[in-house]
T-cell receptor, first 113, second 112 residues
Framework: EAGVTQSPTHLIKTRGQQATLRCSPI?????VYWYQQALGLGLQFLLW???????NRGNFPPRFSGRQFPNYSSELNVNALELEDSALYLC????????????FGSGTQLSVL | GENVEQHPSTLSVQEGDSAVIKCTYS??????FPWYKQELGKGPQLIID?????GEKKDQRIAVTLNKTAKHFSLHITETQPEDSAVYFC???????????FGIGTKLQVIP
């Protein structure tokens, strides 16, 4: 069974640009979560999608947005990039009925120059 | 699930010794307590979890204990090996609407 896959693995952008990060959940998982892991700051909850709807978001500005597609894959968009957006962005998925257990991808390392 | 305190932030042990990492939560309604291990270049992976109806759970060299009165749960690794070196996170998924809150992480170094 394939795990959670994320693309790209690395992304370099300049300040003010937009970044798009992608995530494919484990087959059978309908929930997708996005986390930001900045150096030394642990895992910060960004967004939760389930059945195509945004169910909850963390304390991040509106320029962080995303969506979930009918096949349950997801996209995270970050507009007007700032230097402090540089971080590892992790996607996780879970089953609808056992959504406490998260399965993470390896992340996308976003660098904003 | 709004607040999970984890300590220590770093831990160095000699190979073969034991390591203990502790987390304290604030929501008395919390009932599920997972631990994740993050190796370099990878995402966190669930290694063990416990529900509030039990006080301890073991899986080979790792164990998790729960003290509901004191609102803390701990990860115990015995007979540590170099491959145990990683960052370990506790989590509290009871933050409502699946807002899983993670501890700050503990960087464990096992010295050969």
């Amino acid at each position: 069974e394939a795990g959670v896959t994320q693309s790209p693995t690395h992304l370099i952008k300049t300040r003010g640009q937009q970044a798009t990060l992608r995530c494919s959940p484990i087959s059978g998982h309908t929930s997708v979560y996005w986390y930001q892991q900045a150096l030394g700051l642990g895992l910060q909850f960004l967004l939760w999608y389930d059945e195509g709807e945004e169910r909850n978001r963390g304390n991040f500005p509106p320029r962080f947005s995303g969506r979930q597609f009918p096949n349950y894959s997801s996209e995270l968009n970050v507009n007007a990039l700032e230097l402090e957006d540089s971080a590892l962005y992790l996607c996780a998925s879970s089953r609808r009925t056992a959504n406490e257990k998260l399965f993470f991808g390896s992340g996308t390392q976003l660098s904003v120059l | 699930g709004e607040n999970v305190e984890q300590h220590p932030s770093t831990l160095s042990v000699q190979e073969g010794d034991s390591a203990v990492i502790k987390c304290t939560y604030s929501d008395s309604a919390s009932n599920y307590f997972p631990w994740y291990k993050q190796e370099l270049g990878k995402g966190p992976q669930l290694i063990i979890d416990i529900r509030s109806n039990v006080g301890e759970k073991k899986d080979q060299r790792i164990a998790v204990t729960l003290n509901k009165t004191a609102k803390h749960f701990s990860l115990h690794i015995t007979e540590t090996q170099p491959e145990d070196s990683a960052v370990y996170f506790c989590a509290d998924p009871s933050g409502g609407y699946q807002k899983v809150t993670f501890g700050i992480g503990t960087k464990l170094q096992v010295i050969p």
